[in-house]
């Protein structure tokens, strides 16, 4: 039996998840009437949105049907970094749309002061950007979860894996 059990807290997003995602939004936005006859479209370009609009007004229609497929895909909205709206162009507008993955180091290092000053009796590591919490017990490991679960002000969405 092992001695020591452990999770690992990651924030990661599905890019598959985040393609259909997009796939989905471009075929909403083929079929609708005030889409029509217009410059707008979207791109996935490795961990980044490109989204181009007419105006600003359409642009944020755009980001508004990309965040609702992207929710009813479970891709977590916290992951999304909006960039500065920018002018393109013939007068049109485009926005950059960056997927945030892993836990920023600064972050981590908040975490693990915050699990040690709530009195959960974890080890907390950090490891490039994921934190990996273990303890001698598993009850400790849930309280733990539970803990991190219910922190709704992190910028960022954790998920928990590699249970040990």
Do not use: C, H, W
Not at 96 to 113: C, F, M
Not at 125 to 146: C, F, M, P, V, Y
């Amino acid at each position: 039996m092992a001695t020591e059990y452990s999770f690992d807290v990651v924030s990661k997003v599905d890019i598959n998840e985040v393609k259909n995602a997009i796939d989905q939004a471009e075929k909403e936005v083929a079929g609708r009437f005030d889409f029509r006859n217009s410059k707008a479209s979207m791109k996935l370009e490795e961990e980044t949105i490109k989204v181009l609009a007419d105006n600003e007004m359409q642009l944020e229609a755009l980001l508004d049907i990309i965040r609702s497929k992207m929710a009813k895909r479970s891709v977590s909205l916290k992951a999304l970094e909006y960039g500065k709206v920018e002018s393109a162009s013939g007068g049109a507008v485009r926005q950059v749309v960056t997927l945030k993955q892993g836990i920023p180091i600064d972050s981590a290092k908040e975490l693990v002061r915050d699990l040690k000053s709530a009195g959960v009796k974890v080890n907390a590591q950090i490891q490039g950007d994921q934190l990996r919490i273990s303890a001698k017990d598993k009850d400790a490991l849930q309280s733990a979860q539970t803990y991190l679960k219910k922190r709704d002000d992190l910028p960022f969405d954790v998920a928990f894996n590699n249970y040990r």
